[in-house]
């Protein structure tokens, strides 16, 4: 929405909640990883990507696995799909 009041506009933004439990479980795999790698109030450097890993095998029914070697260009558009 916009207004216009005399020579300024004021704009609104309206902020939807998002409902975790209706996102996929690699989505919600791929989200917690990315909370993880940026958040400041982590115990160690570094982040276990395991949960992600299994996730995209079972969402891909094994097409994308640990030991199977795969295109990144078909990885990244099959994620993005």
């Not at 409902?19 to 989200?31: E, N, V, W, Y």
């Not at 917690?32 to 299994?54: A, E, I, Y």
């Not at 995209?56 to 990885?75: D, K, L, N, P, Y």
Request: net charge positive; with cysteine; glycine share 4%.
């Amino acid at each position: 929405d916009n207004t216009h009041n005399d020579d300024t506009t004021t704009t609104t933004t309206t902020i939807h909640k998002i409902d975790p439990t209706k996102f996929s479980h690699l989505a919600q795999c791929f989200g917690d990883l990315l909370r993880k790698m940026w958040s400041n109030k982590r115990f160690k450097s570094t982040v276990d990507p395991h949960m992600l890993v299994h996730a995209v095998s079972v969402a891909s029914h094994g097409r994308f696995t640990i030991g199977r070697q795969a295109e990144a260009g078909e990885f990244i558009a099959w994620l993005l799909h």
